[in-house]
C-alpha cells in the first residue's frame, strides 16, 4: 500500500543508496539526490538491479518491484526537497559538506520536515546548531550494508524534541528497521561499544601475545562471533576501521581506551585496506 | 564470596585409574569444573583427603581471581600440601603466570590457564606457560584437556590472555556507556546484536560470566600493564562490591 509521504535522502553512495533501497521497497517516496547527474543515474541502476535481484530470488514481486523503481526520483537540487516530510543526509563525512547541506536545506525546507544526519563521527548538536531548527535536527545512524542489518540509531542533540525523536522511531519502524535511541556522544553506541574488539585484539596482536589467526579462532570459537577480529577488519576496510577509531578516540579527547594502533595506521599507509585491496591481515589474492 | 561448600577444596578423584584431581577456589569455574568431573564419574572429597592422600595427586587446578593475596596463600599451601613435581593449572584471568609461578619455590610446573564462563561450555581453552614454565608441563595440560574433550589454544603469558581480556574490554566500554545514560542496558544489548551481529548483548554477556569475573580481569590489566585504558568502569566496581554479580547472585545489569 502506497504511503504518501516523501523521505528526501541526500547522496546516493553506499549509505545513501542503500537507505533510498529500503525506504522505495516500503512504498514511500523517495528523492535521492546527489551532486553530479551521472554518478545519480548509474548509482539509481544500480539500486533499481538489486530491485531485480530481489524478483530473482522470489523475495520480491514483478510489481512490488515496478512500484519500487516509481518510488525513487532523482534530483540534483536541494531545492526539490521543500515538501519532504524528512531528509536523510548521508553525503561524504565531511563537516564542512555536511554543515553546507543542512543550512542549505534549512532555508528550503518547510518548517516541518526533520532533517537527520547518517553521521557516524561527528556530533548532531553541532550539525543541527547551524540551522534555525536544533530541536527537528536529529542523528539515523543506519548500519552497512543497510538492506541488511536491522539496526538504526535515532541520535538525540541537545536540542532535538522528544517528537522529533519519536517520528524518527515511527519512521524507522516503516522501514522494517530496529531503531534504538541514543544521547548524542562520540561513537553512540555500536560504534563506540565496539572499539575494543578491533583496538585490544590490534594491541594482543602487537605484544606477539598471540598472532592473527590464533586471535581470530579463538573470539570465534570461545565467543561465538560470527568473525574474527581480523578478518571483519579486512571485509569491513581497514581504512575505514581505523577512521572510526580515530575519529572516537578524537571524540573522547584521547582517551586512552580508543588510542589507535601504528600496525593498522601501517595497513592503511600502505594501502592494504583489506579484501577490496587484495590484501589486509590475510592475503585475497588467487 | 565464599561459595564452595568443601571450603575452599574440591578434590576429585578417578574411580578407574591412579590420577587424582584437586581444585582449589571459590569461583564459579570451580564448580563447573567440578560439575564437568561428576558427570565423567569423578568423586568429589574433602580437604581432609588432600592432606591424607597427597602421593596420589597428579594435578592442582587453582582458580583463584580477584583476591591476590589469597591466590598466593593458596598456591604456596597447594605447593605446601602436593610433592614437588605435581602440575598445577592455575587460572591467570588477573595475573600473568609468571608472577603466579614466582610465588611458588618450584615455579616450573606451574601452567597459567584462562576461561572467562563455565568450564562446561568452553571448547576451547587457552593456556599460556610461565616464562619459568618446563615443557613436559604443557604436555600434561595438553592431555588433561583431551581427556575432557577441549581444543588447547597455547598463547603467550599476559593476565587475561585472549578471549577474556577482549570480551572484559567491551564489556567495561558498554558499562562505561550505560553509567553516562548513553541509552539503556537493553538498548546497548539490542544494538550490538543488531548492529554488529554479536551473539550476545555485552551487558547480558556480563550477568552470564560473572561481573566478578570480569572485574578481576580488568583489575588484573591495569595492575600488570598499569594503563589507564584497563580501568574497570566505576558501576562494574560498584556492583561487585554490591555482590550483583549476575546470574550468580540473581542480579547483575538484568534481574534474573
Not at chain 2, 581427556?147 to 599476559?158: G, H, I, N, S, T
Request: with cysteine; glycine share 8%; hydrophobic share 40%.
Amino acid at each position: 500500500m502506497k504511503k504518501d509521504i516523501s523521505i528526501g535522502v541526500i547522496g546516493s553512495g553506499t549509505m545513501g543508496s542503500g537507505i533510498a533501497q529500503i525506504t522505495a521497497k516500503h512504498q514511500l517516496n523517495v528523492l535521492l539526490f546527489d551532486v553530479e547527474k551521472d554518478v545519480l543515474s548509474s548509482n539509481i541502476k544500480r539500486i533499481h538491479s538489486r530491485f531485480d535481484r530481489l524478483v530473482e530470488k522470489g523475495k520480491m514481486s514483478e510489481d512490488e518491484c515496478e512500484d519500487a523503481k516509481k518510488n525513487i526520483l532523482p534530483t540534483t537540487k536541494l531545492e526539490e526537497m521543500a515538501d519532504c516530510a524528512f531528509v536523510i543526509e548521508a553525503a561524504p563525512e565531511k563537516i564542512d559538506v555536511k554543515k553546507e547541506i543542512f543550512k542549505k536545506l534549512d532555508e528550503v525546507c518547510g518548517e516541518h520536515t526533520i532533517l537527520a544526519t547518517n553521521t557516524s563521527s561527528f556530533s548532531v548538536t553541532e550539525i543541527g546548531s547551524i540551522t534555525n531548527r536544533p530541536d527537528r535536527v536529529a542523528g539515523m545512524h543506519f548500519f552497512n550494508p543497510v538492506p541488511l542489518m536491522p539496526l538504526v540509531e535515532i541520535v538525540k542533540g541537545e536540542k532535538t524534541s522528544q517528537q522529533t525523536i519519536d517520528l524518527l522511531v515511527d519512521l524507522g519502524e516503516l522501514v522494517n528497521k530496529l531503531p534504538v535511541t541514543c544521547k548524542d556522544t562520540p561513537g553512540f553506541i555500536v560504534n563506540r561499544v565496539a572499539r575494543p574488539y578491533y583496538n585490544e585484539a590490534l594491541k594482543i596482536s602487537n605484544e606477539r601475545l598471540a598472532s592473527i589467526e590464533q586471535i581470530d579462532k579463538i573470539m570465534k570459537v570461545s565467543g561465538g562471533f560470527k568473525m574474527g577480529p581480523f578478518e571483519l577488519q579486512d571485509l569491513i576496510g581497514i581504512d575505514i576501521n581505523y577512521t572510526t577509531t580515530e575519529s572516537v578516540y578524537g571524540g573522547f579527547f584521547g582517551d586512552s581506551r580508543f588510542r589507535p594502533s601504528y600496525d593498522q595506521q601501517r595497513k592503511v599507509q600502505a594501502g592494504t585496506l583489506g579484501k577490496k585491496s587484495g590484501g589486509g591481515f590475510y592475503n585475497y589474492e588467487a | 564470596m565464599e561459595r564452595n561448600q568443601a571450603g575452599g577444596f574440591i578434590i576429585m578423584k578417578p574411580s578407574t585409574d591412579q590420577k587424582t584431581l584437586y581444585v582449589v577456589g571459590s569461583e564459579m569455574i570451580a564448580g563447573s569444573i567440578m560439575k564437568d568431573i561428576e558427570k565423567k564419574g569423578f568423586r568429589l572429597a574433602t580437604k581432609e583427603e588432600l592432606e591424607r592422600e597427597r602421593q596420589n595427586v597428579d594435578l592442582v587446578i587453582e582458580t583463584t581471581c580477584l583476591d591476590l593475596e589469597k591466590k598466593k596463600a593458596n598456591l604456596q599451601m597447594i605447593e605446601a600440601a602436593v610433592e614437588e613435581s605435581t602440575l598445577i593449572l592455575s587460572s591467570v584471568l588477573s595475573i600473568s603466570a609468571t608472577e603466579s609461578a614466582s610465588f611458588l619455590n618450584n615455579p616450573s610446573r606451574l601452567v597459567g590457564f584462562g576461561i572467562l564462563g563455565s568450564w562446561e561450555e568452553a571448547a576451547l581453552v587457552e593456556v599460556a606457560p610461565a616464562l619459568q614454565t618446563d615443557e613436559e608441563y604443557l604436555d600434561q595440560v595438553s592431555n588433561l584437556l583431551s581427556e575432557f574433550d577441549k581444543e588447547m589454544e597455547v598463547v603467550q603469558d599476559e593476565a587475561g590472555l585472549v578471549f577474556p581480556r577482549i570480551l572484559s574490554l567491551i564489556i567495561n566500554e558498554a558499562a562505561f556507556a550505560l553509567n553516562e545514560g548513553i541509552a539503556s542496558a537493553s538498548e546497548i544489548d539490542i544494538a550490538m546484536m543488531k548492529g554488529t551481529n554479536y551473539p550476545m548483548g555485552p551487558l547480558a554477556w556480563a550477568d552470564k560470566v560473572g561481573i566478578d569475573n570480569v572485574y578481576s580481569v580488568l583489575m588484573g590489566l591495569h595492575r600488570s600493564l598499569g594503563e589507564e585504558r584497563y580501568r574497570p568502569a566505576p558501576l562494574i566496581r560498584k556492583m561487585v562490591h554490591a555482590g550483583w554479580l549476575g546470574e550468580q547472585t540473581g542480579k547483575g545489569f538484568y534481574e534474573t
